[in-house]
């Protein structure tokens, strides 16, 4: 091999190695989101999303009502564009003041941010109504 196929080989392993980091990145940023809305933590879950500086988003009142009773990956974790997947979650839930069971269909789309350096959420977290 010459020396020019020889870096052309190295350059494609490097992106590879990097896309691959950071898709392992997207993988525990996935189980920490989990984490945070299966153990009610849902002003942790918040922090996940793709924040504006103007605009800052933040937990809504009366979240605090509510109870994770399960939460499960629906759906594999599938490319949506460049650095940009998506993923779906059934989440059952339950409000302490009503105490009926009730599931929603979560789609979350995930985007890394280059100057966060991280995997954001950005779409609207679903209100557990």
């Known amino acids: 091999m010459n020396r020019r196929g ?3 080989v190295l350059a494609a392993g490097a992106l590879a190695a990097c896309a691959t980091a950071r898709e392992d990145e997207l993988m525990l940023t ?3 989101y989990e984490a945070a809305v299966r153990w009610g933590m849902m002003d942790r879950a918040y922090e996940f999303m793709k924040q504006d500086p103007e605009h800052p988003i933040e937990a809504p009142p009366g979240v605090e009502q509510v109870r994770v009773t399960g939460y499960d990956r629906v759906s594999p974790v599938v490319p949506a564009g460049e650095k940009r997947y998506t993923v779906t979650a059934q989440i059952r839930y339950v409000q302490l003041d009503r105490q009926v069971e009730r599931m929603l269909t979560d789609r979350q789309y995930w985007e890394w941010d280059e ?3 991280r995997w954001v959420r950005s779409n609207a977290i ?3 109504q």
């Open 6 to 8: 020889f870096l052309i």
């Open 30 to 32: 996935l189980r920490s």
């Open 115 to 117: 100057k966060g350096k």
């Open 126 to 128: 679903p209100s557990f």
